[in-house]
């Protein structure tokens, strides 16, 4: 996926995510109210990787599910693709992955990621074909008519990214995804994730408490703060194409920088700023 | 593609050793339950004629209270004579047929009342527990009375419900005794089966739920797809339930209510005939208790058929 080619379905096209002014309060049992975002906008273009970060409780896994059209908004709009946001859904122009795998465990591995086919009439045959060929790319072609409970997190989590991936939605939604994957994996599930966006052309909002992590897939970063939770920042990384050796790069380290200033508050990147004037 | 493929981690498809001795495991433990039962009767034997040996012949009395029961053959006959009183002709019965053949015929006679009294109550509760997930109104209005139904004495509902079913039609055929039986089985039945299946259909995972609403699942599937396979662990032991109140609702219906043929109607008839002939009431008793077996037994391939959606540990 070049920027040109980014750039151009951008124009041509509506944007894969447009969220505008939109706010989201959840009234506790006490009567107590907690805002969990605020006045939020935030826009992903067709193609587009952007994560979303910030400390916990900010309000990542409840923007993610306001797009999803999991939760209603309390105020605002959310578009996808330029429909509203439960056509988007019922039409199925996303695909969503949790921090949990919540994998069927009566399932086998290959009828998991034949879940979502099943509920929309596609045939056996097909169904079966696509998930062996995703099981393929998410490196467990062995395991297609294993159990979830025989394989381990990391795998079951893969199972659930396969998944998610089964309809080629050109849109995907994940919360923490690789949170619980050891560092190795998680890697080479970055790898293969850049990969499949390149191959599929899918537009990614990715939520993640790792700033490496955030700056290796990202296109844009979105940084946002608690209490109400809103986006602070939003930085433009711009790398390139993702290879091993960009993990090492000097541009990486200033990004990987730049986001954890943008973290810490307006306060300390000033202090920051100041620290380098000198 | 080649530094994609070393990349991979390194996982083996070949089921591992652990595995298979696991299942060898398994097979064992599916014995044990009936080597269990097997000792448990024995122990009871053992206890029952030890106790004709050391125990006071006509009973122990202390403080002015009987506290101990009589060991004498009347009170307690012989484990053997028990058996051997199958085997002889049921005097009340023309035609001299054995007590063992009058057994069977009212464990028989009692097990369909109870089977029918159980299936009705499987249905009655699955559709209880599917109408209380579905709303949550019906939850709050419907459990506090599904709950307050158990509390109702059997023995003061029987003549009731015998009463109710007297003035009705089923059919065009008239209502039986036997169908008041199944009433109350049913009746008895159906709790536990509402209150587990109701628990099992609130058990997926908040993750599970949200990602059949992402696929835009309507109602129906998402309880075909996830919520009934899901209860299943929590219908099982349920289902056992039931079974047991439903043998029990049974024989207490058939006693309470005095309809004929069934083991419950033998028990008592039986006891009348114990001073005379002691051995006799404990083989209808004794019938009783292999009937709560038998429906057990017949659970067990239930759950055989359903051993898929057994509850697997969660790892990850
Ligand atoms: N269903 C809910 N009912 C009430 N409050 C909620 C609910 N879901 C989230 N919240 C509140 O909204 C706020 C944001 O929650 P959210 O899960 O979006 O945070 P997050 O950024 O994803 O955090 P984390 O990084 O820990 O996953 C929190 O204060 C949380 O308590
Ligand atoms: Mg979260």
Redesign the pocket.
Known sequence: MTTAATADRAATAAPAVSVRQVS?T???RKGQA????QDVDLEVAPGEFVS?I????????????VIANL?EPTAGSVEVFGKAADQARRDQDYGIAF?QAGLLPWRTVSANIELPLELHGVGKAKRRARALELLEMVGLADFADHRPDQLSGGMQQRVAIARSLAESPQLLLM??PFGALDEMTREYMQVELVRICRETGAAVVF?T?SIPESVYLSDRVVV?S??P?RITEVIDIGLGDRTESLREADTFFTRVTEVREALRGPHAAAQALGVEAR | MSVRTQQRPKVSSDEPDVVKVGRTIAAGARLRPIAMSLLAIAIVIVVWELYKVVGPEDGGEYFGMRLLPRADDVSMPHIWSIFERYWQPDVDVAGGSTVAVAVLQGMAFSLGVAGLGWLIGVVVGLGLAILMQRFRTAESGLLPYVVLSQTVPLVALAPLVVGWGGQLKFFGRPWEPWMSVAMISAYLAFFPVAVGVLRGLQSPAATQVELMRAYAASWWKTLVRLRLPASVPYLLPSLRLAAAAAIIGAIVAEISTGTKGGIGRLIIDYAQAATGDPPKPYTAILGAAVLGLVASALVGFIELALRRYRPVEARG
Do not use: I, N, Y
Not at chain 1, 34 to 37: F, G, K
Not at chain 1, 56 to 65: H, I, Q, V, W, Y
């Open positions: 989201k959840f009234s506790g907690v805002t969990a975002l979303l910030g400390p916990s409780g900010c309000g990542k896994s409840t923007l993610l599910r939760l921090q919360d923490e939520v408490h946002m608690p209490r939770g």
